[in-house]
């Protein structure tokens, strides 16, 4: 029997499969948090940057530029066609960054490997928030930084 987290990656990985193709498409309202996010995060030419939840590259694409090509930017998402739609739009682009296939709970890096992690409206997704943020620290080097964007929650007054 599935616990609740795992049927829930499965929804989220085929809802997010569907509507790969069209995500954002163009100078969504990503593409504007995504560079947003990026410019807080305080990226620098030559760093190693690691976008969590990538989609269709709205953090991936701005955080390719400001590293530029002595850095580097690998991004994860769980959704395949994401990664898929993002890989062939940066081939396009001619930016180097990647998309891989991971679940953002358990990730395939070594220890403090990224000078920043990002995630850009991808963390409210997570089953195990805790255990993603861990996952993040676990890959940051030493005096690295984490930069995170989600929609703000309404607080109603009882």
């Not at 499969?17 to 995504?34: L, M, Q, R, S």
Request: aromatic share 8%.
């Amino acid at each position: 029997m599935e616990d609740n987290a795992s049927v829930g990656k499965a929804k989220a990985k085929r809802q997010f499969n569907t509507v790969a193709a069209e995500y954002d498409a163009g100078p969504g309202c990503f593409a504007h948090f995504g560079r947003r996010l990026a410019a807080a995060a305080k990226i620098h030419p030559g760093q190693r940057v690691l976008d969590v939840a990538s989609g269709r590259g709205a953090v991936l694409f701005p955080c390719a530029e400001r590293v530029g090509q002595l850095g580097e930017v690998a991004g994860v998402d769980l959704a395949e066609e994401m990664a898929s739609a993002t890989n062939t739009e940066a081939a396009e682009r001619g930016i180097s960054a990647r998309v891989q296939v991971m679940d953002a709970e358990h990730l395939d890096f070594a220890d403090e490997t990224f000078d920043r992690v990002l995630c850009g409206f991808g963390i409210m997704f997570f089953p195990d928030q805790l255990r993603a943020l861990s996952e993040f620290r676990r890959v940051l080097k030493p005096r690295g930084w984490l930069a995170v964007s989600t929609w703000k929650v309404a607080q109603t007054a009882k």
